[in-house]
């Protein structure tokens, strides 16, 4: 009988610890799977942020590109010969309505000349 019940004893023995061996491989799959949907999750996260660096680097190059033709716009206007063109404009412009005030050019016939 003693034998039978050590018997008995080394199954449940050996019963539990498989059964312990086979949750604990349950458990470590799963914590295989939550760490791979943890790592896939990661790199879909850094490949939307890859993209969105992208598209702030297109729209900061744009910036930067507005920004350099209007400082080269404002470089050209501050030319010394486009500032001549621009007195000489306004002289002309002040010219010809002098003249139309004074009465010397007919009004109509300047008209055309105004309109730029």
Do not use: W
Request: charged share 30%; glycine share 2%; net charge positive.
């Amino acid at each position: 009988m003693r034998a039978c019940y050590s018997y008995f004893l080394t199954q449940c023995e050996c019963i539990f610890l498989l059964s312990q061996v086979v949750t604990f491989d349950l458990q470590q799959g799963q914590r295989q799977r939550r760490l791979e949907e943890r790592q896939k999750r990661l790199e879909r996260e850094e490949e939307e942020r890859k993209k969105i660096d992208i598209e702030e680097a297109l729209f900061q190059a744009e910036k930067r590109k507005a920004a350099i033709e209007k400082a080269k716009l404002q470089q050209y206007y501050q030319t010394d010969r486009i500032k001549g063109l621009h007195v000489s404009i306004m002289i002309y412009f002040c010219n010809v309505q002098y003249f139309v005030s004074v009465g010397y050019v007919q009004p109509e016939a300047t008209a055309a000349t105004l309109q730029v």
